[in-house]
């Protein structure tokens, strides 16, 4: 049962244009949202996160939007740039009711992002 | 260079054959992770360790074994691989259970399982 889902597997844009990049999760407990990004050959890295106290986070070009009725987080890079194509993947952590982690990241499918010069 | 490296990059092995993943980090982090990526599927986390010789199962622990016995090493084992385990695997390492957020990822092991 895939708690995380990243129903579209590719998103092209053009240069300059915004990329959204969209993830639903189904379970209650997970509190704790975030998008790593990871180029072909190499691991995942961090890119931004938000918690569930929030429905917006921002760093730079990219925001992070959380809709915690509907179960649904969003990830938008504006102006999309070529080096930004990579597969994009959101994950989520449970909290306990100490704040705390239990220590288990549940990623989704990933969605390959492609922008074109 | 604060880094997770893994031991192969990549293995193609036979069915049955015991082998072992190395995973090292060099940030002094408690916590460590194994996950596996597959199509369509994503990562899922296999194993993972809070502190040293404290591990416990993710959500594809069957068929594989970690042990931490000191807090910069934390092996994935296959005891009899099976073609069901090719795959792509990550370990992952970060400062403590607190900061899993900001997971430092290895730059994976591609196993090949015939």
């Known amino acids: 049962d895939q708690q995380v889902k990243q129903n579209s597997p590719s998103l092209s844009v053009q240069e300059g244009r915004i990329s959204i990049l969209n993830c639903d999760y189904t379970n209650s407990m997970f509190d704790y949202f975030l998008w790593y990004k990871k180029y072909p050959a190499e691991g995942p890295t961090f890119l931004i996160s938000?918690?569930?106290?929030?429905d917006k986070n921002e760093d730079g070009r990219f925001t992070v939007f959380l809709n915690k009725s509907a179960k649904h987080l969003s990830l938008h890079i504006v102006p999309s740039q070529p080096g930004d194509s990579a597969v994009y993947f959101c994950?989520?952590?449970?909290?306990?009711?100490?704040?705390?982690?239990?220590?288990?990241?549940?990623f989704g499918q990933g969605t390959i992002l492609t922008v074109h010069p | 260079e604060a880094q997770v490296t893994q031991n192969p990059r990549y293995l193609i092995t036979v069915t049955g054959k015991k082998l072992t993943v190395t995973c090292s980090q060099n940030?002094?982090?408690?916590?460590m992770s194994w996950y596996r990526q597959d199509p369509g599927l994503g990562l899922r986390q296999i194993y993972y360790s809070m502190n040293v010789e404290v591990t416990d199962k993710g959500d594809v622990p069957e068929g594989y074994k970690v042990s931490r016995k000191e807090k910069r090493n934390f092996p994935l084992i296959l005891e009899s691989p099976s073609p069901n385990q090719t795959s792509l695997y990550f370990c992952a390492s970060s400062l403590d259970y607190l900061s899993t957020d900001t997971q430092y990822f290895g730059p994976g092991t591609r196993l090949t399982v015939l």
């Open positions: 938000i918690s569930s106290i929030k």
């Open positions: 940030m002094n982090h408690e916590y």
């Open positions: 994950a989520a952590i449970p909290l306990n009711a100490g704040g705390t982690s239990y220590g288990k990241l549940t």
